[in-house]
């Protein structure tokens, strides 16, 4: 019972990140976490949670390494091949080699191999880490890819380094030659194991669907298991697990391209279901992280043997080090590109941009996982030398790479962000293309005979969002329009609130059935004004609600229906609302939103048009009904496609955040006019 409430806590914590990182949206949500760990491990009764090394690693890296190599474009990456390996292979040999002499002569009570071990678990640079400080600053493409390259690489590296060199400093055994090709088969044979497991696995889906078994929770089941599966019996044979993952990933999403006009739903579902499991699990190796560093501080600084200030002097020489090998590694290898290629897919090298690649090396969890895996013992039954201060080193290093890339990434970035100012409309609009076209394809795999008519509707209402986005509106003047339509709707919405507290008043509809149709009117305003403070309000209004429902004695009918599913009365209900607030934004109407206010009047009198005619026999009318389910899909593919662009590094925050405001608007009309 500790454990899942811990885990509850864990999960409200990251929760609550994001909606601080909406506060303070110049410190990343990774740092915000760890801040969180580290409070919420520092209170009396905190949560304490021992970091199982193997078990984090196949827990948490393994889905998100798999998930990385499945969305990284693979053209991309084989084109930045030849610095990808220099970075994920070369530049962690030249950290293990450097940094680990560098230590023992800084650190002379840490043994040699024991330094080596340190180094190679700094090595690494932490794929989620980066992905969150890319994502924050401007950055061109293939440096951006070239980042995410070195992540899903240099695992695997760091740590095969790591585990020969915690070899040697346990039996006092080290063969270069026998750790040369041990390495080699350890990674060759993790990418073909990775490759065949999901080849194998991937096929067990095909004949699973040929036995008629076409539920998408089956399926999705089999996918989420994949990584898991993939990552333990690569480990089992031998060979990386990691590297098994990403190339698992990356077979994924070849087999995915080639299945996707007839997979479109599993697509749909699979984006859904692994965008919330990837934001947990992102989230939780901070939190973790952030839970861990009180205990490993607190084992040196409360040790007497050891001077803080010179322990974090440590930390400061060795972070700064390896910028500086970092650095160092990059200027020579982007030089030599340019002497002898003169078409490089990374362009010329830039002062500014070896910066920024440099600080994007920030360290992450699978170094401090990797810093715990450190055995307590010896062979000869003699403790593990200088442990503690070896983890705490580990940890150091992630908070400072952290901390010195959040505050000078940004920085450095300023002046490149503003000189793509001009770029990002056309970026905004593209992406816009984008999100559309992939609403229209969710849309058109979902239509059948029986609601064709209505799936062509809402694709037409989606060429005509494309052909708007292309056309010569200003964003500034599309804005006001919006802001305007935006004002008039809340006008009317508040009137039709007004109408049914008099209906209530008058005993023409019961409590109830004015708690449903408030209730509807609340997310419908919360959704149109698409503020916090609205939404808090909205929060507030909700509780007054449901209390004044329990506690009012109002005057009611013995025989009064009071059920909104009633034909009749909900007809009755919808004109006096709709007439209620045609009235009132006629009242509100003047020369500078007489346009806006006339299309939003003509909906309201559309329907109570279509409500005076209807058939009495019908509760609902069916075309209506499906063109709302299918605008439902359209809108949460659309949701999808943004999230997927910002993760890829195709859109940069700012610009997310306006697309998700155009799919909260195109979604508030939707509710209002159904």
């Given at each position: 019972?500790?454990?899942?409430?811990?885990?509850?806590?864990?999960?409200?914590?990251?929760?609550?990140?994001?909606?601080?990182?909406?506060?303070?949206?110049?410190?990343?949500?990774?740092?915000?976490?760890?801040?969180?760990?580290?409070?919420?491990?520092?209170?009396?009764?905190?949560?304490?949670?021992?970091?199982?090394?193997?078990?984090?690693?196949?827990?948490?890296?393994?889905?998100?390494?798999?998930?990385?190599?499945?969305?990284?474009?693979?053209?991309?990456?084989?084109?930045?091949?030849?610095?990808?390996?220099?970075?994920?292979?070369?530049?962690?040999?030249?950290?293990?080699?450097?940094?680990?002499?560098?230590?023992?002569?800084?650190?002379?009570?840490?043994?040699?191999?024991?330094?080596?071990?340190?180094?190679?678990?700094?090595?690494?640079?932490?794929?989620?880490?980066?992905?969150?400080?890319?994502?924050?600053?401007?950055?061109?493409?293939?440096?951006?890819?070239?980042?995410?390259?070195?992540?899903?690489?240099?695992?695997?590296?760091?740590?095969?380094?790591?585990?020969?060199?915690?070899?040697?400093?346990?039996?006092?055994?080290?063969?270069?030659?026998?750790?040369?090709?041990?390495?080699?088969?350890?990674?060759?044979?993790?990418?073909?194991?990775?490759?065949?497991?999901?080849?194998?696995?991937?096929?067990?889906?095909?004949?699973?669907?040929?036995?008629?078994?076409?539920?998408?929770?089956?399926?999705?089941?089999?996918?989420?298991?994949?990584?898991?599966?993939?990552?333990?019996?690569?480990?089992?044979?031998?060979?990386?697990?990691?590297?098994?993952?990403?190339?698992?990933?990356?077979?994924?999403?070849?087999?995915?391209?080639?299945?996707?006009?007839?997979?479109?739903?599993?697509?749909?579902?699979?984006?859904?279901?692994?965008?919330?499991?990837?934001?947990?699990?992102?989230?939780?190796?901070?939190?973790?992280?952030?839970?861990?560093?009180?205990?490993?501080?607190?084992?040196?600084?409360?040790?007497?043997?050891?001077?803080?200030?010179?322990?974090?002097?440590?930390?400061?020489?060795?972070?700064?080090?390896?910028?500086?090998?970092?650095?160092?590694?990059?200027?020579?290898?982007?030089?030599?590109?340019?002497?002898?290629?003169?078409?490089?897919?990374?362009?010329?090298?830039?002062?500014?941009e070896i910066t920024i690649i440099s600080l994007s090396g920030v360290r992450g969890a699978v170094t401090l996982a990797g810093a715990f895996s450190i055995p307590y013992v010896l062979q000869d039954g003699s403790p593990f030398p200088e442990r503690d201060l070896i983890i705490f080193l580990a940890a150091g290093v992630?908070?400072?790479?952290?901390?010195?890339?959040?505050?000078?990434?940004?920085?450095?970035?300023?002046?490149?962000?503003?000189?793509?100012?001009?770029?990002?409309?056309?970026?905004?609009?593209?992406?816009?293309?984008?999100?559309?076209?992939?609403?229209?394809?969710?849309?058109?795999?979902?239509?059948?005979?029986?609601?064709?008519?209505?799936?062509?509707?809402?694709?037409?209402?989606?060429?005509?969002?494309?052909?708007?986005?292309?056309?010569?509106?200003?964003?500034?003047?599309?804005?006001?329009i919006l802001k305007q339509e935006t004002a008039i709707n809340l006008i009317g919405t508040r009137a039709e609130r007004k109408e049914i507290e008099n209906m209530m008043d008058e005993n023409v509809i019961a409590s109830e059935a004015a708690f449903k149709c408030n209730s509807w009117l609340d997310r419908k305003e919360?959704?149109?004004?698409?503020?916090?403070?609205?939404?808090?309000?909205?929060?507030?209004?909700?509780?007054?609600?449901?209390?004044?429902?329990?506690?009012?004695?109002?005057?009611?009918?013995?025989?009064?229906?009071?059920?909104?599913?009633?034909?009749?009365?909900?007809?009755?209900?919808?004109?006096?609302?709709?007439?209620?607030?045609?009235?009132?934004?006629?009242?509100?109407?003047?020369?500078?939103?007489?346009?806006?206010?006339?299309?939003?009047?003509?909906?309201?009198?559309?329907?109570?048009?279509?409500?005076?005619?209807?058939?009495?026999?019908?509760?609902?009318?069916?075309?209506?009904?499906?063109?709302?389910?299918?605008?439902?899909?359209?809108?949460?593919?659309?949701?999808?496609?943004?999230?997927?662009?910002?993760?890829?590094?195709?859109?940069?925050?700012?610009?997310?955040?306006?697309?998700?405001?155009?799919?909260?608007?195109?979604?508030?009309?939707?509710?209002?006019?159904?």
């Amino acid at each position: 019972m500790e454990l899942f409430i811990a885990v509850l806590v864990l999960l409200v914590l990251i929760g609550l990140s994001n909606i601080l990182n909406r506060f303070v949206p110049f410190i990343p949500v990774p740092l915000i976490q760890i801040v969180l760990g580290v409070a919420i491990a520092l209170l009396p009764a905190g949560v304490h949670l021992p970091l199982n090394p193997e078990l984090f690693f196949v827990l948490f890296i393994a889905p998100l390494l798999y998930n990385d190599g499945k969305r990284t474009p693979r053209h991309e990456l084989w084109n930045l091949r030849a610095p990808i390996l220099l970075l994920a292979l070369g530049l962690v040999f030249v950290t293990v080699v450097v940094a680990g002499y560098a230590i023992h002569w800084l650190i002379p009570t840490i043994p040699l191999p024991a330094a080596f071990a340190l180094a190679a678990i700094l090595s690494p640079t932490d794929a989620v880490a980066v992905g969150a400080m890319a994502g924050r600053v401007h950055l061109p493409k293939s440096i951006h890819r070239l980042l995410e390259g070195e992540a899903l690489m240099n695992d695997a590296s760091g740590l095969v380094a790591f585990k020969f060199a915690i070899a040697a400093t346990v039996t006092g055994v080290f063969s270069l030659a026998e750790a040369s090709f041990s390495f080699l088969i350890i990674a060759i044979g993790g990418l073909l194991a990775g490759a065949l497991l999901s080849f194998l696995l991937i096929r067990l889906g095909v004949w699973i669907r040929r036995l008629g078994m076409e539920d998408v929770t089956i399926h999705m089941l089999l996918q989420i298991l994949t990584p898991f599966v993939i990552y333990l019996v690569s480990e089992e044979i031998g060979v990386s697990g990691i590297l098994a993952v990403v190339a698992g990933g990356i077979i994924h999403a070849i087999e995915r391209d080639r299945t996707e006009s007839v997979q479109l739903k599993m697509q749909v579902v699979s984006a859904s279901t692994w965008s919330v499991i990837l934001f947990i699990l992102n989230g939780l190796v901070f939190v973790i992280l952030g839970v861990q560093i009180p205990d490993v501080l607190s084992t040196i600084f409360e040790n007497v043997t050891f001077n803080n200030l010179q322990v974090l002097g440590y930390v400061g020489l060795i972070s700064v080090l390896l910028l500086m090998l970092r650095f160092v590694w990059i200027y020579l290898f982007w030089q030599g590109n340019e002497w002898f290629r003169k078409k490089s897919p990374i362009g010329k090298p830039r002062l500014k941009e070896i910066t920024i690649i440099s600080l994007s090396g920030v360290r992450g969890a699978v170094t401090l996982a990797g810093a715990f895996s450190i055995p307590y013992v010896l062979q000869d039954g003699s403790p593990f030398p200088e442990r503690d201060l070896i983890i705490f080193l580990a940890a150091g290093v992630i908070l400072f790479t952290l901390i010195a890339a959040s505050v000078f990434l940004p920085l450095l970035a300023k002046n490149d962000e503003k000189a793509a100012d001009g770029t990002q409309q056309t970026t905004e609009r593209k992406a816009q293309d984008i999100m559309l076209n992939a609403a229209i394809r969710a849309v058109k795999s979902e239509m059948t005979d029986e609601n064709k008519a209505a799936a062509l509707a809402v694709v037409s209402d989606l060429s005509k969002y494309i052909r708007q986005a292309a056309g010569q509106m200003t964003a500034g003047k599309r804005k006001d329009i919006l802001k305007q339509e935006t004002a008039i709707n809340l006008i009317g919405t508040r009137a039709e609130r007004k109408e049914i507290e008099n209906m209530m008043d008058e005993n023409v509809i019961a409590s109830e059935a004015a708690f449903k149709c408030n209730s509807w009117l609340d997310r419908k305003e919360m959704m149109l004004a698409n503020r916090t403070n609205t939404q808090m309000m909205f929060s507030i209004s909700e509780i007054g609600r449901v209390l004044g429902h329990l506690f009012t004695n109002r005057s009611e009918k013995p025989d009064q229906p009071f059920m909104i599913e009633n034909a009749d009365l909900f007809r009755q209900v919808k004109l006096r609302t709709s007439e209620a607030a045609i009235k009132a934004i006629r009242a509100h109407m003047n020369d500078g939103n007489r346009p806006v206010a006339l299309s939003v009047i003509a909906k309201y009198e559309r329907v109570i048009a279509r409500l005076r005619t209807w058939n009495q026999g019908k509760t609902e009318d069916p075309f209506n009904q499906e063109k709302l389910e299918l605008q439902m899909v359209a809108i949460q593919e659309q949701r999808n496609t943004v999230q997927q662009l910002y993760e890829n590094g195709e859109i940069n925050r700012d610009v997310a955040a306006k697309l998700r405001r155009f799919i909260n608007d195109v979604e508030a009309t939707v509710l209002k006019n159904s």
